[in-house]
């Protein structure tokens, strides 16, 4: 399978395996979206890691002989669909963070910005969206993801020129949230994942939302959002349990209810 979906505890993974580069094609999608929606229907998935099985490439986007084989039908079907599958990721009340450690170009960064934070090996590969060295534009939710992530000037200047970065680059341009030596990459995502999912769950997703689907709002559509989100962490066991632990000056024992 060139996608899989695993879980240890309340931490899922989302692994891409299919070599060499992770170019992906109309049944790569069809995997993603099968694992981001075991991902989502699982109850003790808390928490979902998006990461590579190869060592040199989180992934390079979309496979380019099949756009050349392809009429244009055809790739915009594929277009469509990975808008869909990637713009799922947004609207899960689970935190989606993307693991990188190699290469992550073109859709591959895209699949990246769909999730909710990325964290990033040093070494020496690259990050950017080069489509349009191609004759394109990046297609994946490039376009409307980065300007959001980093602002639209800094966007427009890299995707205009196709230019990529290092990962200390793509770290100061807030690409990467954070940057580790390669060989504690692993590690520390996992670290941080297996936290959010020990904790309040119920309040990180709905922390998640509120900023995902709240951000792009006008405000008072967006303080809406929020007002319904926190009404319902009212009326939650974690949200009593928390209140009452904190009187009680005791830690509290969250069970995501």
């Not at 899960?92 to 190699?102: L, S, T, W, Y």
């Amino acid at each position: 399978m060139a996608v899989e979906f695993s879980r240890e505890g309340g931490v899922g993974s989302i692994t891409l395996n299919r070599p060499p580069a992770n170019s992906y094609n109309f049944g790569f999608i069809e995997e993603l979206d099968r694992a981001v929606q075991q991902a989502e229907a699982d109850p003790e998935v808390r928490v979902v890691v998006v990461r590579s099985a190869l060592e040199r490439f989180f992934s390079a986007g979309a496979d380019v002989r099949a756009f050349s084989e392809n009429p244009p039908d055809r790739n915009m079907e594929l277009v469509r669909y990975a808008h869909r599958v990637l713009g799922r990721i947004a609207e899960i009340p689970k935190v989606f963070i993307a693991q990188i450690g190699g290469h992550a170009l073109g859709g591959g960064l895209e699949i990246a910005l769909a999730c909710d934070l990325r964290f990033g090996a040093q070494g020496e590969y690259r990050v950017g969206l080069p489509e349009v060295t191609l004759g394109l534009l990046p297609g994946n939710g490039g376009t409307q993801r980065l300007p959001r992530l980093v602002g639209w000037s800094r966007a427009l200047d890299l995707m205009v020129t196709g230019r990529t970065l290092t990962p200390e680059e793509a770290h100061a341009y807030g690409i990467l949230d954070r940057l580790v030596p390669a060989e504690r990459l692993a590690e520390e995502t996992a670290d941080y994942a297996r936290k959010l999912a020990s904790g309040p769950v119920r309040a990180v997703g709905a922390i998640k939302l509120a900023v995902r689907l709240g951000v792009d709002r006008p405000l008072e559509d967006g303080l809406r959002l929020e007002r319904e989100l926190v009404d319902g962490l009212f009326r939650s066991e974690d949200a009593q349990e928390g209140i009452r632990a904190f009187l009680e000056k005791r830690t509290p024992l969250f069970r995501g209810a």
